[in-house]
C-alpha cells in the first residue's frame, strides 16, 4: 500500500527568509520515505527482528519484569479465548428447548466463568501495565546512557566529519524509540494472542467462520493503515513548517534580539511570517481531514458489505442445518471484538516498523561513537608537567582544503606564561587545542612529557590541562555547580571554590546576587539571576582556577573585562605561573604579552617569531613589533588632534 506524500505550497514569507521551504536534511527525514515506500506483507516480515531487538534489552534489564509482562499477555489471549468457550456455553443453554428458569439455570455455571475470566482479565491487564511501566524507563534509561556515554568520549576531530555527526544526531531519536517500541509489541503481541485465539475457537465451532473474521476486519485494516500513513507523511510536512515556525517565533522572545526586533522593526516581519505560514498549515491540515474522512467512510462501506457477506454465509451455515443458533451468536460476538483488535493490530505493526528505524540509528550511533572514540589507556604521565614540545606539527580539519598549522615547532617550558599571538585565523586556538589532547596532529609529533600524544594516555592529559575558551560554556546552574564542574571528578570543595572566585575577582559578583553560590546563573527561574558578559568571564576563570591543573590554558581571557579587571586577570596569571603552573595565554591584548616569559607567533598556521617582548620588539621588520606598534598607535594622540 503506497501513499503520496502531500506537499504543501510555500509561502511567500518563506520565500523570502529561507529562499524556500525550509526543508532540514535531518535524520527524521531520513525515515519518511523507507517508510512509506515499505508494502505491509514487508513491514510484518520485519516484525520479529523488532520484537527480538526489544525483548533483548528488556531481558538484560529486568528479566522478572519481562517474564510478567509475557505470562500476562499471554494468559490474557487465553483467557479471550475461554471467554468465548463460556460465551457459546451460554448461549447454547438459552437457546436450548424448555422453559426459561430452566434455561436461565443451565446458563448459569457458563456465566459464572465468564465472571471469572473478567476478573482474571482486569488482573493481568494490571500486571502487565505495572510490569511495561516498570520495564519502559528502564530500558529507555540504559540505552540513553549508552548513548551519551559514547558521545562524550567521540574525538573532536570525529566530530568535525559530517557523517559521524548526522549518525550520532539520528541516534538522538532512537533512545526515546526503544521505550515506544516496548508499549507497541506489547500491544501487537496482545492482539495477535487474542486475534489467535478468538480464531482458533472460531475454527472448532466452524471452520467457515474465520472466513467472517477476516471479511469483516479487512476493510477497516486496510482504513486504519491508509489513515495511519497518510498522518505519518503529513505529519512529516507539518513538522517542518513547525520547527521553520518555531525558530521564527522563538526570536521573538529572545531577549538577545530583543533590540532589534523593536529598533529595526524585525518583530514585525517575522509575526507576519508567523501568520503567513500557519495558513499553509492550516491548508494542509484541512486536505488531511478531508481525505481522512473519504477513507474513513471507505472503509466503513467496504466493512458493511463484507458484513453483510459474513452474515449471509452465517445464514446459509443456519439455514442448511449446519450450524446450531447458539454458535452462530458465538461467531457475531467474536467477529466484532475481534475486528477492533485487528484494526489495532494493524496501526501498531505500522508504528513499531517507524520505531525500529530509529532503533537501527541508535544501535548505528552507538557503533560510531565507539568506533570514533578517544582511545583508553595509554602510556601514563606521571610527575609534575615538564614540557610540552611540538616537531613539524601541522594540523588540518576534517574536510577542509588547507591545513590550519604547518609543521610547527615550539617547546612549551614549565611554569612560565607563554604567549601565542597572531591575527585572527592564524592558527592560535587550533594549536592550543592540539596541545590539550584535543585533536591529534595530522603531521608531526606533539610530546607531553617526553611521551608522544598518540601514545599517551589521553585522559591523563586531560588530567593535567584547565581550558578557558574563547566561547566557554555558560552552563546552566547555580553559581556554585558552575566553578565545581572544572573539577567535578573530586568531592565539592567550598573552601576552594571561594578561593578560586577571590582569584578570579568574583567574589562581589557572587555577594551581589540574591542567593549568593545557589543562585541559578540563568535567568527565568526561581533565584535565577542573569550575569554580565564580564561577570561571566570571572566564573569561567574561576572554574579554570578551581580545576588546579599543571597546565592553564586561556584564551581571550578578558575580553568582556573593563580595563582595570584586565589589568588585574593578566597580573593573576603572572603571579599563577609564579606559582608553578604553566600558562598558555592567547590574546590579542598585546600590552599583556609584554610581560610573558615566552611569545610564539603565528601567521597563516605557521610559527614566524619566537622571544620575549623585548626580543620580538627588537626585530625591525618583525610582524609582532608591527602589531604591537598598531595596536600602541591607538592609545597615542596623533599630531592633528
Ligand atoms: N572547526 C573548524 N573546522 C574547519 N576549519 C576551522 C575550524 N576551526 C578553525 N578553522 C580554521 O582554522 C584556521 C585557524 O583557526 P583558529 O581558530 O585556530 O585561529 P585563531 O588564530 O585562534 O583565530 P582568532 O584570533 O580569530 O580566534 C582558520 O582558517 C579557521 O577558519
Known amino acids: 500500500m503506497r501513499c503520496r506524500r502531500p506537499q504543501?505550497?510555500?509561502?511567500?514569507?518563506?520565500?523570502?527568509?529561507?529562499?524556500?521551504?525550509?526543508?532540514?536534511?535531518?535524520?527524521?527525514?531520513?525515515?519518511?520515505?523507507?517508510?512509506?515506500?515499505?508494502?505491509?506483507?514487508?513491514?510484518?516480515?520485519?516484525?520479529?527482528?523488532?520484537?527480538?531487538?526489544?525483548?533483548?534489552?528488556?531481558?538484560?534489564?529486568?528479566?522478572?519484569?519481562?517474564?510478567?509482562?509475557?505470562?500476562a499477555e499471554l494468559g490474557q489471549g487465553l483467557m479471550r479465548a475461554f471467554a468465548l468457550v463460556a460465551t457459546n456455553q451460554v448461549l447454547v443453554a438459552l437457546f436450548a428447548a424448555g422453559p426459561t428458569p430452566t434455561r436461565l439455570r443451565q446458563a448459569l455455571p457458563g456465566l459464572a466463568a465468564m465472571a471469572t475470566v473478567a476478573a482474571l482479565l482486569?488482573?493481568?491487564?494490571?500486571?502487565?501495565?505495572?510490569?511495561?511501566?516498570?520495564?519502559?524507563?528502564?530500558?529507555?534509561?540504559?540505552?540513553?546512557?549508552?548513548?551519551?556515554?559514547?558521545?562524550?568520549?567521540?574525538?573532536?576531530?570525529?566530530?568535525?566529519?559530517?557523517?559521524?555527526?548526522?549518525?550520532?544526531?539520528?541516534?538522538?531519536?532512537?533512545?526515546?524509540?526503544?521505550?515506544?517500541?516496548?508499549?507497541?509489541?506489547?500491544?501487537?503481541?496482545?492482539?495477535?494472542?487474542?486475534?489467535?485465539?478468538?480464531?482458533?475457537?472460531?475454527?472448532?465451532?466452524?471452520?467457515?467462520?474465520?472466513?467472517?473474521?477476516?471479511?469483516?476486519?479487512?476493510?477497516?485494516?486496510?482504513?486504519?493503515?491508509?489513515?495511519?500513513?497518510?498522518?505519518?507523511?503529513?505529519?512529516?510536512?507539518?513538522?517542518?513548517?513547525?520547527?521553520?515556525?518555531?525558530?521564527?517565533?522563538?526570536?521573538?522572545?529572545?531577549?538577545?534580539?530583543?533590540?532589534?526586533?523593536?529598533?529595526?522593526?524585525?518583530?514585525?516581519?517575522?509575526?507576519?511570517?508567523y501568520t503567513d505560514m500557519s495558513r499553509t498549515m492550516e491548508r494542509e491540515q484541512r486536505?488531511?481531514?478531508?481525505?481522512?474522512?473519504?477513507?474513513?467512510?471507505?472503509?466503513?462501506?467496504?466493512?458493511?458489505?463484507?458484513?453483510?457477506?459474513?452474515?449471509?454465509?452465517?445464514?446459509?451455515?443456519?439455514?442448511?442445518?449446519g450450524m446450531p443458533l447458539a454458535v452462530?451468536?458465538?461467531?457475531?460476538?467474536?467477529?466484532?471484538?475481534?475486528?477492533?483488535?485487528?484494526?489495532?493490530?494493524?496501526?501498531?505493526?505500522?508504528?513499531?516498523?517507524?520505531?525500529?528505524?530509529?532503533?537501527?540509528?541508535?544501535?548505528?550511533?552507538?557503533?560510531?561513537?565507539?568506533?570514533?572514540?578517544?582511545?583508553?589507556?595509554?602510556?601514563?604521565?606521571?610527575?609534575?608537567?615538564?614540557?610540552?614540545?611540538?616537531?613539524?606539527?601541522s594540523f588540518t580539519y576534517p574536510g577542509a582544503t588547507a591545513p590550519a598549522l604547518h609543521a610547527v615547532d615550539l617547546t612549551i617550558p614549565p611554569g612560565q606564561v607563554v604567549a601565542l599571538v597572531g591575527e585572527n585565523g592564524s592558527g592560535k586556538s587550533t594549536l592550543a587545542k592540539l596541545v590539550a589532547g584535543l585533536y591529534l596532529p595530522t603531521g608531526g609529533r606533539l610530546w607531553w612529557n617526553g611521551t608522544e600524544i598518540r601514545e599517551a594516555d589521553r585522559e591523563a592529559v586531560f588530567d593535567q590541562v584547565a581550558v578557558l575558551?574563547?566561547?566557554?560554556?555558560?552552563?546552566?546552574?547555580?553559581?556554585?555547580?558552575?566553578?565545581?564542574?572544572?573539577?567535578?571528578?573530586?568531592?565539592?570543595?567550598?573552601?576552594?571554590?571561594?578561593?578560586?572566585?577571590?582569584?578570579a575577582d568574583l567574589a562581589d559578583t557572587i555577594s551581589s546576587l540574591p542567593h549568593g553560590w545557589d543562585s541559578l546563573v540563568i535567568k527565568g527561574f526561581e533565584r535565577g539571576a542573569q550575569l554580565s558578559g564580564g561577570q561571566w568571564q570571572r566564573l569561567g576563570t574561576a572554574r579554570a582556577r578551581y580545576r588546579d591543573a599543571p597546565l592553564l590554558i586561556v584564551d581571550e581571557p578578558t575580553s568582556a573585562l573593563d580595563p582595570k579587571a584586565e589589568i588585574e586577570a593578566f597580573r593573576a596569571l603572572r603571579s599563577l605561573a609564579d606559582q608553578g603552573t604553566t600558562v598558555l595565554l592567547i590574546t590579542h591584548r598585546l600590552a599583556a604579552t609584554a610581560t610573558a616569559d615566552l611569545i610564539y607567533v603565528l601567521d597563516h598556521g605557521r610559527l614566524i617569531e619566537h622571544g620575549t617582548h623585548t626580543q620580538l620588539m627588537a626585530l625591525a621588520d618583525g610582524h609582532y613589533r608591527s602589531l604591537y606598534e598598531t595596536q600602541a598607535a591607538q592609545y597615542t594622540p596623533s599630531p592633528s588632534t
Open 469 to 503: 575558551a574563547q566561547d566557554f560554556p555558560q552552563w546552566p546552574m547555580t553559581a556554585r555547580a558552575n566553578v565545581h564542574i572544572g573539577r567535578s571528578d573530586h568531592p565539592l570543595d567550598q573552601q576552594r571554590i571561594e578561593q578560586a572566585a577571590a582569584d
Open 287 to 321: 486536505r488531511l481531514a478531508r481525505a481522512e474522512s473519504a477513507t474513513q467512510a471507505a472503509a466503513s462501506a467496504g466493512s458493511g458489505v463484507a458484513a453483510l457477506v459474513a452474515y449471509g454465509l452465517l445464514w446459509w451455515l443456519l439455514t442448511s442445518g
Open 8 to 71: 504543501p505550497p510555500v509561502s511567500d514569507s518563506e520565500r523570502v527568509l529561507f529562499g524556500g521551504a525550509l526543508r532540514y536534511d535531518t535524520p527524521y527525514v531520513q525515515h519518511e520515505l523507507p517508510l512509506l515506500r515499505m508494502s505491509l506483507w514487508a513491514m510484518a516480515r520485519q516484525f520479529p527482528q523488532v520484537i527480538g531487538t526489544v525483548t533483548k534489552a528488556a531481558w538484560r534489564e529486568d528479566r522478572a519484569a519481562l517474564r510478567t509482562l509475557l505470562a
Open 122 to 273: 482486569a488482573v493481568l491487564a494490571a500486571l502487565s501495565t505495572a510490569a511495561s511501566g516498570q520495564l519502559e524507563p528502564k530500558i529507555e534509561r540504559v540505552c540513553t546512557a549508552r548513548f551519551y556515554q559514547g558521545v562524550i568520549r567521540v574525538e573532536l576531530a570525529a566530530l568535525e566529519d559530517q557523517r559521524v555527526q548526522r549518525a550520532l544526531d539520528a541516534g538522538k531519536f532512537g533512545t526515546e524509540s526503544i521505550r515506544t517500541m516496548l508499549g507497541s509489541s506489547v500491544l501487537v503481541l496482545n492482539a495477535l494472542i487474542s486475534l489467535g485465539a478468538a480464531a482458533a475457537v472460531l475454527f472448532l465451532l466452524h471452520p467457515l467462520l474465520v472466513l467472517t473474521l477476516l471479511l469483516v476486519a479487512a476493510p477497516k485494516g486496510w482504513g486504519a493503515v491508509l489513515s495511519a500513513r497518510r498522518r505519518y507523511a503529513s505529519r512529516h510536512t507539518w513538522i517542518e513548517h513547525r520547527r521553520a515556525i518555531a525558530i521564527l517565533t522563538e526570536k521573538l522572545t529572545d531577549q538577545r534580539c530583543a533590540a532589534e526586533i523593536r529598533v529595526h522593526g524585525a518583530g514585525r516581519l517575522l509575526v507576519d511570517a
Open 328 to 393: 452462530a451468536g458465538t461467531a457475531v460476538i467474536a467477529v466484532r471484538t475481534s475486528s477492533a483488535g485487528l484494526q489495532s493490530l494493524v496501526m501498531q505493526v505500522n508504528r513499531l516498523y517507524q520505531e525500529a528505524m530509529y532503533l537501527k540509528d541508535w544501535e548505528r550511533a552507538c557503533d560510531t561513537a565507539r568506533q570514533h572514540a578517544v582511545p583508553a589507556g595509554g602510556s601514563p604521565l606521571p610527575g609534575p608537567l615538564k614540557e610540552v614540545r611540538l616537531e613539524g606539527v
